[in-house]
């Protein structure tokens, strides 16, 4: 139905959920990394990269101007 292994849809979930709380927070990258269940900072920033093609905090940059 999705194109995408369980494990990628739920990663794909969590980093949406991720994005949305930079929009809707004052949280920082490794508080959002942890609270959407990634272990790691830079493993959060690869991922997040990876699929919507910038880092997280030129992301939280660009929606919070």
Do not use: H, W
Not at 1 to 8: F, G, I, K, M
Not at 23 to 32: G, L, N, P, R
Not at 33 to 49: L, Q, V, W
Not at 52 to 64: A, H, M, T
Request: proline share 5%; net charge positive; with cysteine.
């Amino acid at each position: 139905l999705t194109n995408y292994s369980p494990v990628e849809y739920i990663k794909i979930t969590r980093l949406k959920k991720a994005r949305q709380l930079m929009v809707t927070t004052s949280m920082s990258i490794a508080e959002i990394c942890y609270e959407t269940g990634f272990t790691s900072p830079s493993y959060f920033s690869k991922c997040f990269r990876e699929y919507f093609g910038e880092k997280p905090s030129d992301n939280q940059r660009r929606l919070k101007s």
